[in-house]
């Protein structure tokens, strides 16, 4: 079974050489079982993410995100998202409303629009 912390160790991008690098003493808050934002910013999204099921982790990776939320009683709408897309669910620049393939559709249809 995979473990919030083991999710980390495969995951996470400060988890280097058995060594946090995110922390100043070096030892991974979730080891500890205690709560760490950037474990909620960018691993926790992960099995959330568009075509994460193709991923062949993705159902042990949807167990441990669900008990890290339990055991830290956090809700879903608490963790910050990886932005989305409104229409088409895609990944979302930063700075932006729509991707770039939406803007395009969008600009057109006003152009379409506006000549009546």
């Not at 058995?18 to 926790?44: A, P």
């Not at 669910?89 to 009546?116: A, H, M, V, W």
């Amino acid at each position: 079974m995979l473990t919030p912390f083991n999710m980390a160790q495969l995951e996470c991008a400060n988890y280097i050489n058995e060594r946090c690098i995110y922390t100043d003493k070096g030892n991974c808050h979730l080891s500890k079982k205690k709560r760490c934002d950037y474990f909620e910013r960018s691993v926790m999204n992960i099995p959330i993410q568009p075509q994460a099921e193709r991923h062949p982790r993705y159902t042990e990776y949807l167990k441990a995100r669900e008990d890290y939320l339990v055991s830290h009683r956090i809700s879903d709408e608490k963790i910050i998202p990886n932005r989305l897309c409104p229409n088409c669910q895609g990944p979302l620049p930063p700075r932006k409303q729509l991707c770039k393939k939406c803007r395009k559709i969008k600009r057109k249809e006003t152009y379409r629009n506006s000549r009546g």
